[in-house]
């Protein structure tokens, strides 16, 4: 079973830079799609990027767009989200998500994952 950790949130003025991590068990980059996901307060959980080992693009939501960039280090099992120029409405609970079925050009954000990490707070500061 695949098992996500994701850790490396924290408390930042808007303007600075997070990275957070999402250690994987259970599973490779080369079978999986993992995706970030945020929940804010009072608001729907959204999507913020999505890239999967079957293909070649990743996604972004656009809102985070030019901002956010994911990496995988695939000696560690483990994913990135590299949030730089945060904005105050970046403030959420971030999770990650994965699923060996999931193809991130064709569902975008819509459909459901089926592993889940724990989510990480971040909170950005004007």
């Known amino acids: 079973e695949v098992q996500l950790q994701a850790s490396g949130g924290g408390s930042v003025q808007a303007g600075r830079s997070l990275q957070l991590s999402c250690a994987i068990s259970g599973g490779t980059f080369d079978e999986l799609a993992i995706a970030w996901f945020r929940q804010a307060p009072g608001k729907e959980r959204e999507g913020v990027s999505c890239?999967?080992?079957?293909?070649?693009?990743?996604l972004y939501a656009d809102s985070v767009k030019g901002r956010f960039t994911v990496a995988r280090d695939r000696a560690k099992n483990t994913a990135y989200l590299q949030m730089d120029r945060l904005l105050p409405e970046d403030t959420a609970v971030y999770y990650c998500?994965?699923?060996?079925?999931?193809?991130?050009?064709?569902?975008?954000?819509?459909?459901?994952?089926?592993?889940w990490g724990k989510g990480t707070q971040v909170t950005v500061s004007s």
């Open positions: 890239f999967s080992g079957k293909e070649s693009s990743i």
């Open positions: 998500a994965a699923d060996p079925h999931y193809y991130c050009s064709a569902y975008k954000f819509n459909m459901r994952f089926d592993y």
